[in-house]
DNA sequence: ATGTTTATTGACTCGTCAATCAACAAAAAC
DNA sequence: GTTTTTGTTGATTGACGAGTCAATAAACAT
């Protein structure tokens, strides 16, 4: 059976399995036996391709802030085709905003994962710092078109929107049913009453 | 050495080791054996007065939410003392912002009991029930003094402010160094922007 | 005194699970 | 064609942990 070049699949494979799984469970107290029958292999191969549980959980959580970022890179762009000169940085935050609440990142396992991976961030040096890159990532992206219109207020409104994202989300996910465009519309409106009241 | 009457001192005791010991391993993945010998007793005990570990982690839920909800209590009955007539709805709202960022709730443990618990919610119904209650106390609370200032928008805006404490909470939890009053400054500042566009 | 209720634990059961290893299979290299 | 590299797993190890139970002991009731 073994076919060569067989290790980026099955690597890919598991740690699809282990977001699923994580978000079946909604904990990180799932086995490496459970992540790899699903990912169609014996959990000594998951063993033999990741070396433990905590790096196959890594390795989801790098998957999982890689296609936020992919998201959130996506509608900025579309962003930039669309916007009309003048209100270019308003829109670019806009498509942050909707990236961040994208379908993708609202299925059921990415808010499990990424509530899991919170508690994992008290813990794990390496799942922190890789916490810390995707709340940096947001921060600078939201200072870079909030400078231009509020000027020193940027950074402190940054962290406030910064925040109500992580807080929305988090409620979005209690909820029995997370509604993702009134999710955005949360944070969309403090934005324009930030906007707004500029001095 | 039995002496009568320990059962409410137990169970006590063992809440309060239950919400040590997550703090300190920063998840819920401890062992009734740890959580009874902080509390000084041998894991049976344990076991004869709460029947499950499950059990011990939805006492230790109750008695944070129970926690906060006598801070934000405090926090109101001093604000209807000293505030000056004409602002008490103002007033009422910053001291249950100014509850939800108390000291205590900001202890290391308070904080991973409440990133636990939610994942918790995740899986287990009375832990979503009791965060429930959480969300729409809090929900009513500021409701209540929302809706003499901003009439209609109070349900949108009182969605927004709960979101926001949610998340400042996570960032902060997830920062080394949680600064409560900058935190508290955040949705302040939040509240005062909604405020001060009122159309 | 004697029986009943409450408090308490050590020892045990039964299960689970992460990680390892020896062994087997197929492709590639030589 | 044999050796080496890569892929793969069943079986095993070693440890740990939730929950049970029988037994002990102190207080209380009568």
Redesign the interface.
């Known amino acids: 059976m073994p076919k060569l070049g067989a290790e980026p699949i099955r690597r890919a494979a598991l740690v699809k399995a282990a977001i699923e799984t994580v978000g079946d469970?909604?904990?990180?107290?799932v086995t490496v036996a459970q992540i790899a029958r699903r990912a169609g292999m014996s959990s000594a191969l998951a063993h033999h391709y990741f070396g433990s549980k905590e790096r196959i959980f890594l390795a989801a959580m790098r998957e999982i802030l890689s296609l936020y970022g992919a998201e959130v890179r996506g509608a900025l762009t579309a962003a930039a085709a669309a916007a009309v000169e003048g209100c270019v940085h308003q829109a670019r935050l806009r498509a942050i905003i909707r990236g961040s609440f994208a379908p993708g990142s609202f299925r059921r396992e990415a808010i499990?994962a990424w509530?899991?991976f919170?508690?994992?961030?008290?813990?794990n040096p390496e799942a922190?710092r890789l916490?810390?890159v995707y709340?940096r990532r947001l921060q600078s992206n939201l200072m870079h078109d909030l400078r231009p219109l509020v000027g020193d207020r940027a950074a402190?409104i940054a962290?406030?929107l910064?925040?109500?994202?992580?807080?929305?989300?988090?409620?979005a996910?209690?909820s029995g049913e997370p509604d993702a465009v009134q999710a955005a519309g949360?944070v969309l409106?403090?934005l324009d009453?930030?906007l707004?009241?500029a001095p």
Do not use: F, K, P, W
Request: hydrophobic share 40%; proline share 0%; glycine share 10%.
């Open positions: 469970a909604g904990s990180l107290d499990s509530l899991n919170y508690v994992l961030a008290r813990t922190r916490l810390t709340q402190e962290s406030g910064g925040a109500l994202i992580d807080g929305v989300y988090i409620r996910a209690l949360i409106h403090h009453r930030e707004e009241c």
